[in-house]
């Protein structure tokens, strides 16, 4: 049974392969020790019947800024891999995709020094839905505030998107599910709100939104920097402030934003209904706005889109 829509072909290392045929050693060195980054990001179907990748250049460039911390540094630029996912998404014949490139230390020798180990880059592409489930973007979702501490930004860095940062993300997203909950929210190590298992946080209060700052060790998301330009053309203040969690609970409106689950309205924290428990009006305009611009309707924030 697959979990995911498989697809003809997945980059990888400049060649498009057979999905099949796109695996690793066991003893690759970033299965044994998470030396590993990627990215996560979207193209979508246009308005005129064409398809747009959001932000792909920005996206391959946050990869890179992520391996290069790790001390890996890629073997194509940001530019060829922008070219390479082009290339894959219409090789595949997709007009919608979430759009996963990783880069990795591969096989050769253990031990926790990466360096004398290859360094792998893959792409792949399939249709995904939001990540919180279609119905959420309407109604939004129930979250608790995870027992985990989110990861210190002085031992896994938020700024590095590593595969090492998401098994805090796992730890917490699997403890809100079994909790019956749709997502978790992290604290930082100081207390403050940081931001959902894979999702930037904002809450508006009185027509102002309120995001956590990046020192507060959240990922510098892409969806996030795009919602923050987009409220101030729409003439909303946004802040980024640090937060406290009963900061959420006093909230009109909470929601998540992210390249996976896009604009995801929060309707409950820890039981505590925010607002009206449903998706408020700031966070309908704003996915309204989003969701245009995605489409390709708001030729306004054309410097987005990458035509496929
Ligand atoms: N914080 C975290 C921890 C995070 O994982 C993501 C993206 C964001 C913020 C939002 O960043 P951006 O996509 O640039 O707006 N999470 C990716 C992976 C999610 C997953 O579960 O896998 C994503 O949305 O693609």
Redesign the pocket.
Known sequence: MAGMQEQEFIWKNGELIPWKDATVHVLSHALHYGTAVF???RCYETADGGSECFRLLE?MQ?LERSANMIMMPLPYSAEELAEATIRLIKACGLSRA?I?PIAFRGYNMLGVNPSANPIEVAIAAWPWDS?LGPEAIEKGIDVEISSWRQRSPNATP?AI?SSA??LN?GLANMEAIGNGFGEAILLNEAGMVA??????LFAVRRGVLTTPPLSDG?????????LIELAHDLGYEVREASMVRSDLYVADEVFF?????ELTPISHIDRRQIGAGRRGPVTKQLQEAFFDIVQGKNSKYDKWLTRI
């Not at 934003?257 to 689950?261: D, I, P, V």
């Open positions: 990215e996560g990001a996206h946050r979430y996963r990540y938020g998107k940062s998401y993300s931001e959902g298992s894979g999702e930037n959240v990922l510098e998301g892409l969806t996030r920097a795009s934003s992210g390249s996976a689950a």
